[in-house]
C-alpha cells in the first residue's frame, strides 16, 4: 500500500456521503430515508478502511505508520502530514466504529431535518478521524477545534428544551482553552520553526518554557477531557444531547483530551510533566471521589451516566501521568472501553427515552419483566463500567491502578475508593430501572428490544468481553508506543538532572 493514500481516503470519505446527501431530491420523506442510508453505508465503509488500517498495521514499531505528506503553507513550514501509531490507531478505529452506531440509534428518534442531521454527523467523523492522524500541529488545531461546530449544531438543533444554553456553554468552555492552545503552538513554532509533530517530539524546548507551554495545553485538553473543576459543561451537554449525540461526546470526544496529553504534553513537555504531576494527581482524585458522589445523588439516569464519566477520565488522567507502562496502558486501554460502555449506557437511556420520554429513574421500575433482552444488555454494560473482571472496564482499572501503586500508594489507594463508589451508583442505577414491581401502567405496554436496537447492542455487547477476556490484540498495538513515549520522557529527565549535576 506504500504511495496510496489510505489515511486520507478514510478521514475524508464521510465527505463524499455528505456530496451525496446534498444531492438528493424528492419529497420530505424520500430525501429522510436516502439521507440516512447514505451516512450509513458511507460510514460503514470507512469504518471497513479503518479495520484494513488495523490488520496492516505493524505491532513491533513506534513510528508512524501510513505516513502521507504534501506541502501546504511552504514558507511557513506547515505541511499535509498524515500518520498513525500505537496510540492513534485504535481511536480512530473506536471513531469509525460509533459513527455507524449512532447513525442506526437515530433511524427513528430524529424525525426532523433527516439531512442536516445526517450531514452534521459525518461532517464530525471527517473532523474525529482528523484529529488523531494529523502528525502537523496546525492541521491538529484545525480537526481538534472542527469537532467543535458539527457537535454544537447537534446538541443545539436536536436537543432537549434546554439546548441552546447547553450548546453554547460546551461551545464556549471548549473555545476558551483552545485559545491558549493555539498560543502553546504559535510559541512552540517560533522555537523550532515548525509545526510538524514528529520534529516537535524530539525538539528540546526551553527548560523556563515549558511549565507555561504545559499549562497552556492543559487548559484546553483538561476541558476537553473534562477534568474537575472544567467538569460543568458535561452533564449539561450530556441531557439535553440527542442520544447519539451523547454516544459520540462520550465515546470520542472525551478522548481528545487524554490523546493530548499522550501526544503532545507528555513527550514534548517531559520537564514540566515530571513538576505537575502531583497537580494532575490532585485534581484527578478529586474528580473521581467528588463525581462518583455526586452521581450517586442523581435522579436522571443521563446525569448520573455524565458524572461517572468524569470520574473515570480521572482514572486515564492518573494512569497517563503515573509515567509507568502498566498505567499509560492502562489508561489507553480504559478510553477505549469507556468510549464503548459509556456510548452503550447512553444507547440504553435512549431505549427507554423513546418509548416513555423521561430520563428520570423514578418514572422506571420492573422493567425486567417487559424487557428481558434489554436487562440483559443493561447488565452488562453496567458491570463492564463498575469494571467486573471479564469486562473491558476491568483490565483499563487494573493496570492503570497498578502503574498508580507503582509510583504513589496513596494515589492508587485513594483512586481505588472510586471503584467501590462506581459500583454503588450504577448497580443502584440497575436495581431501580430494571428490578422491584412493575406498578406504573403506561411501563406494561413496552416492547423489548427490536432488531435494529438489537443490531446495534450486539456489536458493543461482544466487544466488551472480548477486550475484557481477551484484550492482548488491543494491548499489542500500543506497546511499542508507550515504551517509546517512557523511554524518551526518562531520557530527558535524566539528561536534565545530568545538566544540573554539572552546572553546580
Known amino acids: 500500500m506504500d504511495g496510496f493514500p489510505l489515511l486520507s481516503l478514510t478521514t475524508f470519505l464521510p465527505l463524499v ?3 451525496f446527501i446534498l444531492m438528493v431530491r424528492g419529497d420530505e420523506d424520500i430525501v429522510a430515508r436516502n439521507s440516512r442510508y ?10 471497513a478502511l479503518s479495520l484494513f488500517i488495523w490488520f496492516n498495521f505493524d505491532h513491533g514499531t513506534s513510528d508512524f505508520q501510513f505516513v502521507e505528506k504534501a506541502a501546504w503553507l511552504p514558507r511557513f513550514d506547515v505541511s499535509y502530514h498524515l500518520g498513525v501509531d500505537g496510540i492513534s490507531m485504535l481511536f480512530v478505529l473506536l471513531s469509525t466504529f460509533l459513527t455507524p452506531i449512532c447513525v442506526l440509534a437515530s433511524w427513528k428518534a430524529v424525525t426532523s431535518r433527516v439531512r442536516e442531521y445526517m ?3 459525518l461532517v464530525l467523523e471527517t473532523m474525529m478521524i482528523g484529529t488523531f492522524v494529523a502528525l502537523d500541529f496546525v492541521l491538529f488545531y484545525i480537526f481538534f477545534e472542527g469537532v467543535l461546530i458539527p457537535m454544537f449544531i447537534i446538541i443545539g438543533v436536536w436537543g432537549g428544551p434546554r439546548r441552546v444554553y447547553s450548546a453554547f456553554k460546551f461551545f464556549l468552555y471548549t473555545l476558551a482553552g483552545s485559545v491558549l492552545l493555539l498560543v502553546a503552538i504559535l510559541v512552540m513554532y517560533f522555537q523550532a520553526d515548525t509545526t510538524d509533530i514528529p520534529t516537535l517530539l524530539v525538539t528540546d524546548i526551553a527548560p523556563h518554557l515549558q511549565p507555561w507551554l504545559w499549562l497552556a495545553l492543559l487548559a484546553s485538553f483538561a476541558v476537553k477531557l473534562p477534568m474537575w473543576p472544567v467538569h460543568t459543561w458535561l452533564p449539561d451537554a450530556h441531557v ?4 447519539a449525540g451523547s454516544v459520540i461526546l462520550a465515546g470520542v470526544l472525551l478522548k481528545m483530551g487524554g490523546y493530548g496529553f499522550l501526544r503532545f504534553s507528555v513527550p514534548m513537555l517531559p520537564l514540566a510533566t515530571d513538576q505537575f504531576t502531583p497537580l494532575i494527581y490532585a485534581l484527578s482524585i478529586i474528580a473521581i471521589i467528588y463525581t462518583s458522589l455526586v452521581a450517586l445523588a442523581q435522579e436522571d439516569m443521563k446525569k448520573l451516566i455524565a458524572y461517572s464519566s468524569v470520574a473515570h477520565m480521572g482514572f486515564v488522567t492518573i494512569g497517563i501521568f503515573s509515567l509507568t507502562d502498566h498505567g499509560i496502558q492502562g489508561a489507553i486501554f480504559q478510553m477505549l472501553s469507556h468510549g464503548i460502555i459509556s456510548a452503550a449506557l447512553f444507547l440504553c437511556v435512549g431505549v427507554v427515552y423513546d418509548r416513555v420520554h423521561s430520563r428520570e429513574i423514578a418514572d422506571y421500575g420492573g422493567l425486567v419483566e417487559r424487557m428481558p433482552k434489554y436487562a440483559f444488555v443493561f447488565m452488562i454494560f453496567m458491570l463492564g463500567s463498575v469494571g467486573l473482571p471479564g469486562t473491558s472496564g476491568f483490565i483499563g482499572e487494573f493496570l492503570v491502578l497498578l ?3 507503582q509510583d504513589n500508594t496513596w494515589v492508587a489507594f ?3 475508593t472510586g471503584i467501590i463508589l462506581g459500583a454503588a451508583y450504577m448497580l ?13 401502567e403506561n411501563l406494561k405496554k413496552l416492547l423489548d428490544l427490536e432488531p435494529r436496537e438489537v443490531a446495534v447492542m450486539v456489536p458493543l455487547v461482544l466487544l466488551v468481553l472480548w477486550m475484557g477476556i481477551y484484550p492482548m490484540p488491543f494491548l499489542d498495538v500500543f506497546d511499542a508506543s508507550v515504551a517509546n513515549l517512557i523511554e524518551g520522557y526518562e531520557g530527558a529527565l535524566a539528561a536534565s538532572q545530568g545538566v544540573s549535576v554539572a552546572g553546580r
Open 428 to 440: 443502584y442505577l440497575y436495581r431501580r430501572v430494571i428490578f422491584g414491581k412493575l406498578e406504573k
Open 38 to 47: 447514505a451516512a450509513l453505508w458511507t460510514s460503514l465503509v470507512t469504518f
Open 240 to 243: 439535553e444531547a440527542p442520544t
Open 403 to 405: 502503574g498508580a501503586f
Open 119 to 121: 450531514i452534521a454527523f
Open 414 to 416: 485513594l483512586a481505588s
Open 17 to 19: 456521503g455528505v456530496a
